[in-house]
């Protein structure tokens, strides 16, 4: 959910405000709704336990038209922003432009740019999905789309690569080291709870937590793998093992999520970067390390 709101980070200090409201005063009430009628339609065929519906209102009181606007003004100075949703219709992941939204002039802009936002955060079976129309064959369908955590963490080719023959033709050079930053919105050990209270929602959330993991540990290697053979550096950050967060996706305790947030505030001014995934073994020495080890041991 975090990463579907980056778009204020990369707007800059001045609407940290926003942040603050989201994550550190935002109570789980603002966010959705169970009950039993919620939970009852789930189980009789609706696609999700929960109401998102205080979630969407809450998008609209912090998404409002200026903070779309000066997405579109960075889009416009050259800068990108990009998240991802799943289309669950053809089980890809889709990569959403949200300045070239925001910036596109449309009338239905801001809409769009929330729907596409909604879409980001919407946790499969916790939440409903959002339907974008498509034409196809000269009809319009609804294309599902829901958080893209289980089907593709990171995205980076298009960022990381250089089209050489495009570079050639118009007679450019790019001298450039290129960095990736991975921020893993997880523990590299989570402290998982013992004793689940074995409600669906609490058993949904778990579960969800378990597959976006392992999915982020695999998307992690294979993102690491693609930057390192196009000589580009990562750098891999984590929540710190130490600190005490809720393991539940579906709370979100002030006491935890202030801490967290000071964390990462703090962490900003130097965080200590891995290079490597922590689940890849270490790379082989290299022939100059080899020749001082045998030198010891002679």
């Known amino acids: ?19 603050t409201r989201f994550f550190v005063e935002g109570k789980q009430s603002e966010f959705y709704r169970v009950g039993p009628g919620t939970i009852i339609g789930g189980l009789l065929g609706s696609g999700h336990f929960a109401d998102n519906t205080p979630g969407l209102k809450l998008l609209n009181e ?15 100075n050259g800068r990108r922003l990009y998240v991802s949703t799943a289309n669950f219709d053809n089980n890809r992941w889709t990569l959403w432009d949200l300045g070239a ?9 801001y809409h769009r740019y929330r729907q596409v936002i909604l879409a980001a955060i919407a946790l499969p079976a916790a939440f409903p999905p959002v339907y974008f129309p498509v034409e196809v064959a000269g009809k319009t369908y609804g294309q599902m789309h829901l958080d893209a955590g289980t089907n593709f963490v990171f995205f980076g080719s298009f960022m990381t690569g250089t089209d050489a023959a495009a570079l050639a033709e118009a ?14 919105n997880t523990q590299r050990e989570p402290n998982l709870a013992a004793n689940p209270s074995g409600a669906p929602l609490d ?5 969800y937590q378990r597959i976006g993991r392992f999915a ?4 992690l290697d294979r993102l690491w793998v693609y930057a390192t053979e196009r000589d580009a550096e990562v750098r891999i950050a984590y929540i710190p093992d130490d600190l005490p967060i ?17 964390e990462g505030r703090r962490a900003a001014a130097g965080y200590p970067f891995l ?24």
């Open 62 to 76: 912090l998404l409002d038209d200026t903070v779309i606007d000066a997405v579109a003004r960075e889009y416009r």
């Open 101 to 109: 939204i925001a910036a596109s002039g449309e009338p239905d802009r």
């Open 203 to 207: 058993l949904a959330g778990r579960a």
């Open 1 to 19: 959910m975090a990463l579907s709101w980056q778009h204020l980070p990369f707007l800059g200090p001045e609407y940290d405000r926003i942040l």
């Open 171 to 184: 007679n450019l050079q790019v001298d450039v080291e290129p960095v990736v930053y991975a921020l893993m």
């Open 216 to 219: 982020s540990y695999a998307a």
């Open 275 to 298: 290079n490597r995934p922590p689940d890849l073994p270490p790379p082989p020495p290299s022939d100059t390390e080899k020749s001082h080890v045998n030198a010891r041991v002679n």
């Open 246 to 262: 809720p393991f539940d996706v579906f709370e979100f305790p002030q006491p935890q999520m202030s801490e967290l947030f000071d």
